[in-house]
């Protein structure tokens, strides 16, 4: 997948397995790959839908990060036993300058691991890529 150009609005959908879910402290997905140099990804809204199975995970609730600062966009029910939908708005929190997040790839992780759950979560986040300052 590629990046728009600086400025245009974007989307990106994924959706993760059960086993991906499970591992997001240990391993977590690019949703986004680094906009370039000079560069930032601005995420405007994420969206989570829940497609519960028979089990529920027991870790930490997913969020979005720009290298290693927080975006927000949580999700605050992952150990839930119902299929669900949230929605969140982000921004950048952390030690925010530039260069911390300037040409950074954005991921979903968690922060524990689960030894359960058997659940899909899709991903949907809307972005526009901005030069950064």
């Given amino acids: 997948m590629s990046n728009p ?3 245009n ?4 959908d994924a959706t993760l397995s059960a086993a991906q879910v499970k591992t997001l402290h240990s391993s977590p997905v690019t949703l986004l790959d680094a906009p370039g140099s000079g560069l930032v990804i601005n995420v405007l809204q994420v969206i989570y ?3 519960f199975g028979s ?3 027991d870790g930490g609730n997913p969020s979005l990060e720009l290298g290693s600062l ?3 966009g949580t999700f605050g ?3 839930g036993s119902t299929n669900r939908i949230e929605t969140d708005t982000a921004a950048i929190s952390g030690n925010s300058s530039s260069s911390s997040y300037t040409n950074q790839a954005l991921k979903i992780f968690a922060a524990t691991d689960s030894t359960q759950g058997d659940s899909t979560l899709r991903v949907r986040v809307y972005y526009t890529i901005e030069p950064s300052l």
Avoid: D, R
């Avoid at 609005?9 to 990106?12: A, E, N, R, Y």
């Fill in 5 to 7: 150009q600086a400025g």
């Fill in 55 to 57: 089990v529920s995970f």
């Fill in 9 to 12: 609005f974007g989307v990106v």
């Fill in 77 to 79: 029910n992952l150990g």
């Fill in 49 to 51: 839908l829940l497609a």
């Fill in 70 to 72: 927080s975006v927000g």
